[in-house]
């Protein structure tokens, strides 16, 4: 079972910051955060993952609570083709990822 | 660089026939996992291999399905004979463990074979 918790939905207008939560409160001391997405009819993408402190890549933001019981995904300035499902997962390496149902970002004009 | 290649893209077939699916991973990539995903869910891993050997394949129903990577290169992924329920889609996906045992961050995704079984 997927250890963590997402909302099912979200909506963001073009240009603002999308604020993706994830709960993971049972998350043990060596597991990893990642977050994947996947747009409509292709694969999963790999955005960022992180540990304990928040990372940032081109894509967007990982913000870890300093507890890691939950964490945020930002895209600082959402677009149309960022609409997809967002999977965040926990997880000791990438090759043990259990994808759980994700929360589905509709971005609008 | 070419990303992972998965064909048909597309396949209708009769339940009780056989299928096979196909999946070249990214040049280099030792580790091939395939996937299922049904609709509205998250991709569930099915098998996955470092270089020839599978190293978990305790998800895959043995009584119908079967995979290969021979050579460790590319790997089919076969059904027989396929049910109605086998409808979904079938993800491969590959990523790099390094020398030193541990994996580069991310797994690549192919676009995914959609399998629809009448």
């Known amino acids: 079972d997927a250890k963590t918790t997402q909302p099912p939905s979200m909506d963001c207008a073009e240009g603002r910051a999308a604020n993706l939560p994830c709960n993971h409160s049972?998350?043990?001391?060596?597991?990893?955060v990642y977050w994947y997405r996947q747009i409509h009819s292709q694969g999963p993408q790999y955005i960022i993952h992180?540990?304990?402190n928040n990372e940032t890549n081109e894509m967007a933001s990982l913000i870890i609570t300093e507890d890691r019981k939950s964490s945020t995904l930002i895209l600082p300035h959402a677009t149309l083709r960022d609409t997809a499902v967002y999977y965040c997962i926990v997880g000791y390496n990438t090759d043990k990822l259990i994808f759980g149902t994700g929360t589905r970002l509709q971005v609008f004009p | 660089e070419a990303g992972v290649v998965q064909s048909p893209r597309y396949k209708i077939i009769e339940k009780k026939q056989p299928v096979a699916f196909w999946c070249n991973p990214i040049?280099?990539?030792?580790?091939l996992y395939w996937y299922l995903q049904n609709l509205g869910q998250g991709p569930e891993l099915l098998i996955r291999?470092?270089?020839?050997?599978?190293?978990?394949d305790s998800q895959l129903p043995k009584d119908r399905f079967s995979a290969e990577r021979l050579k460790g290169v590319d790997s089919t992924l076969k059904i027989q004979p396929a049910e109605l329920g086998d409808s979904a889609v079938y993800l491969c996906?590959?990523?790099?463990?390094?020398?030193?045992?541990?994996?580069?961050?991310?797994?690549?995704f192919g676009p995914g074979t959609r399998l629809t079984v009448l």
């Open positions: 291999y470092e270089n020839e050997e599978a190293v978990d």
């Open positions: 992180g540990l304990k």
């Open positions: 049972t998350i043990s001391g060596n597991e990893y």
């Open positions: 040049s280099g990539h030792n580790t």
């Open positions: 996906a590959s990523s790099l463990l390094g020398t030193s045992g541990s994996w580069e961050d991310e797994q690549f």
